[in-house]
């Protein structure tokens, strides 16, 4: 049976409000990520700016993760995006078009009423390590 790890990296904002989740756990060859969301974690504070600039956020917390785990955004193999309002699925996509390495990992996207920290976007994601 493969072993887990926690993987943390102070690059990336800590579980929001103290909750009770890893940043990433790895497990054998996959690293399962916790959804991000648009928080600078030099600052602890949202982004400013509309879905593009927190989906920017949001990728670049998912590197940084992903970077502790051994792992990068060409390995991802399965990605679910939530957002607050599915009209901003343009804004959200072109950003991750932008940051997502073909060939694009498989992903769903759902519209959700609420995300942590009042942001509009929040991406998990899991990957090859």
């Known amino acids: 049976m493969p072993e887990k790890s926690v993987v943390h990296t102070t690059s990336a904002p800590a579980p929001v409000g103290g909750a009770p989740y890893s940043q990433a756990i790895a497990a054998g060859d996959l690293v399962f990520l ?3 969301v648009p928080i600078d974690p030099a600052t602890g504070a949202l982004v400013a700016g509309g ?3 927190q989906a920017a956020q949001v990728f670049t917390n998912i590197e940084a993760v992903l970077t502790a785990a051994g792992s990068g ?3 991802v193999v399965k990605t679910t ?3 607050t309002d599915l009209a901003q699925f343009g804004a959200m996509n072109e950003v991750y078009a932008a940051r ?3 060939p694009f990992p ?3 996207t759902v519209e959700v009423s609420a995300l ?3 942001a509009s976007v929040e991406i998990e ?3 090859l390590r």
């Open 34 to 36: 916790s959804g991000q």
């Open 51 to 53: 879905v593009a600039e």
């Open 73 to 75: 955004l060409d390995r």
């Open 81 to 83: 995006v939530f957002l």
């Open 100 to 102: 997502m390495p073909e």
């Open 106 to 108: 498989a992903r769903s």
């Open 116 to 118: 942590p920290a009042g």
């Open 125 to 127: 994601v899991v990957a």
